[in-house]
């Protein structure tokens, strides 16, 4: 645990969740409450009832008053005690319906904070870990907040109204009570300690085995698991993590066991003791018999409070602290600023002596990169595997910024813009595109939302038409509104079938530059080359990007850049790269071969 994690306490936590619960249900949340403090006092009143109805019960055997005071007070204890139920009922109704609405904006809060911080921090295992955690500590917060609430807003105003009670009664009577709470405290507080550790150490151990979960069942990964005969190596997989996971929680569950058995047995004898304080109290004479049998009356039900406020909630707030600590820790994480501007991306982009690293390496991905994109110019990032391509890429459209050096868009740099402004006017297709469980529309829409109130149907036909996809019936059944999912009654497409709607969905957006990272490389060469020779023709005069294996593709760009261990090792058309007989040249010969055997014969006879 780290020093900033150690200064998260209560008061911070309960001072970030208030505003953001609050805000999702105002109305709700004040009722609640609300109610839940008349609640606390109601209990309390109903031992103050009890002791005069006794009392007029005493005086009414003696002859000392008449009936109708003890009606009228056996009216009040059963009307109080109709409230008491009235109001744990209601109190049960809105804390549910809280619960939902809270629960769900606390969900959105973290999505948005996701959505926020530097995408390079998705590229550390901690991070992912860090993650893991504050969605573990979200689904938590909302009900350490509702405990935490309830101990102040129910329970604080019993035990108040009932030391009190106690105390113009016989005041060695509520100090016991003070005294019971301290055994129970100490073993609360060494609780939140172990289970604050327990969670730092079984997250990535967590993060583990829902990964090889997935491997065995995952709808994504089952079939190639079967297929290879991996499933019982997966299995084992789990259930090494699983035991791990278990043997850390065990050792916790055990320590804290053990300790509140102590501190139950001294409870226990604080218990006894408040009995034995009130029984020579009524024998000496310094409390009524009415007193003495209100308070007998409720005596184990302050204890059952107390012991479902220590145990039961203080107890799962201790459990789920370090969770909490965690969504609140990845709430707090900084995020990346800068200020708002007009930026035309395809005005041009500027890399001057750029270098970048990922989180945790120790050496460079990037180093000293320098060129120029030009407005309306496209370029093709050619490399072999590993040689830079998609970092450049991603520095290049401000995804990443850069460790050392300068990227500039339409002359402004990307650490001072915000990402929003830098986003505005590029579109991407990654190798790694997403397959969206929706309609056709839809996965072509989702790229520019600004239009999904609107008729796109033509801008939709336009986008599919550059991608080159069939819509036909046929395929499609439902044209735009066919569902691309079978877990939603719908259809699965072909790996080049779903290329092209993520072409088409690249397309559709509004941009004045576009970046295609390999996002045919499920299409053969021949129809590749076709979307590549569509793409030069209409991406004339508007600045676009190509990373690329196939070389031959490279060919329709203005300049080729050839990334090599990390730095551009060449620059210029295919023809001034052949001529100088470099890399670019070696690299285009070798795959020449595979598709033109004279070629080969030609470079070996």
């Known amino acids: ?31 609640f409450n609300g109610l839940g403090i008349l609640n606390g006092l109601a209990m309390g009143f109903n031992t103050f009832v009890t002791q005069h109805f006794f009392d007029a019960i005493q005086k009414g055997v003696e002859g000392i008053v008449d009936m109708s005071p003890i009606i009228w007070l056996a009216v009040a204890v059963g009307a109080v005690a109709i409230g008491n139920e009235f109001l744990n009922g209601l109190i049960n109704f809105l804390g549910n319906t809280m619960f939902k609405k809270g629960s769900g904006y606390l969900n959105l809060q973290l999505h948005n904070k996701a959505s926020r911080i530097e995408p390079v921090e998705y590229e550390h295992p901690s991070r992912l ?14 009900f350490l907040l509702v405990m935490g609430l309830g101990m102040f807003t129910v329970y604080l105003p019993y035990f108040l109204f009932m030391a009190a009670y106690l105390y113009f009664l016989k005041p060695i009577l509520a100090l016991s009570l003070v005294l019971i709470f301290i055994p129970v405290m100490i073993n609360q507080w060494i609780k939140s300690t172990v289970f604050t550790r327990l969670e730092d150490q079984s997250a990535p151990l967590r993060r583990e085995y829902e990964y090889y979960e997935q491997c065995i069942s995952g709808r994504e990964l089952f079939k190639e698991t079967r297929v290879l005969g991996a499933f019982s190596f997966f299995r084992d997989l789990y259930r090494s ?52 049998a209100a308070v007998f009356a409720s005596i184990g039900m302050m204890f ?6 220590v145990s039961r909630h203080i107890g799962n707030m201790s459990k789920s602290i370090g969770t909490v600590r965690n969504f609140i820790r990845f709430l707090e994480l900084p995020e990346r600023q800068g200020r708002d501007e007009n930026i035309q991306a395809g005005n041009g982009i500027k890399l001057d002596q750029v270098s970048f690293r990922y989180p945790g390496s120790q050496s460079d991905a990037l180093r000293n990169v320098s060129f120029e994109l030009n407005k309306g110019e496209t370029i093709a990032i050619v490399g072999e595997n590993g040689a830079g391509k998609s970092t450049l890429i991603k520095l290049l459209i401000g995804l990443y910024l850069p460790t050392e050096g300068t990227v500039s868009i339409d002359g402004k740099d990307t650490r001072e813009v915000s990402p929003s402004s830098i986003y505005q006017k590029i579109s991407a297709v990654f190798q790694n595109y997403q397959k969206y469980k929706m ?3 839809e996965n072509i829409q989702i790229s520019h939302t600004e239009w999904l109130d609107e008729d796109t149907e033509s801008q939709i036909a336009t986008a599919v038409e550059k991608a080159e996809l069939d819509v036909g019936r046929q395929l499609f059944p439902d044209g735009y509104d066919t569902m691309l999912s079978r877990e939603f009654d719908g259809i699965d497409l072909s790996g080049g079938q779903w290329q092209r709607v993520a072409i088409a969905r690249g397309f559709y957006r509004v941009h004045d530059l576009i970046v295609l990272d390999e996002p045919t490389a499920a299409i053969d060469p021949i129809e590749e080359t076709r979307i590549y020779e569509k793409f030069a023709e209409i991406s004339e005069h508007k600045t676009s990007l190509i990373v690329t294996h196939r070389l031959g593709s490279a060919k329709i760009a203005d300049r080729i850049v050839v990334m090599d261990h990390g730095q551009i090792a060449e ?22 071969q595979w598709y033109v055997p004279s070629v080969a014969q030609s470079h070996t006879g």
């Open 129 to 142: 870990d860090d993650i893991n955690k504050a969605q573990e500590g979200m689904f938590n917060s909302y």
């Open 241 to 292: 993590a699983l035991s791990s996971f278990g043997k850390l929680r065990w050792r916790a569950e055990r320590r804290t066991g053990l300790l509140e058995l102590g501190m139950k047995m001294l409870t226990l004898s604080g218990y006894v003791g408040v009995l034995y304080l009130l029984f020579i109290s009524v024998l000496n004479g310094d409390i009524s018999i009415g007193a003495f």
């Open 304 to 309: 059952i409070m107390m012991e479902e406020m």
């Open 571 to 592: 620059i210029g058309t295919h023809e001034e790269l052949m001529s100088i007989d470099g890399k670019y040249a070696a690299m285009y010969r070798a795959q020449a």
């Open 1 to 31: 645990m780290n020093t900033a994690e150690k200064k998260i306490g209560l008061f911070r936590i309960f001072r970030r969740l208030l505003p953001m619960v609050f805000a999702a249900t105002p109305v709700l949340f004040l009722a």
């Open 439 to 441: 309609s056709l529309g």
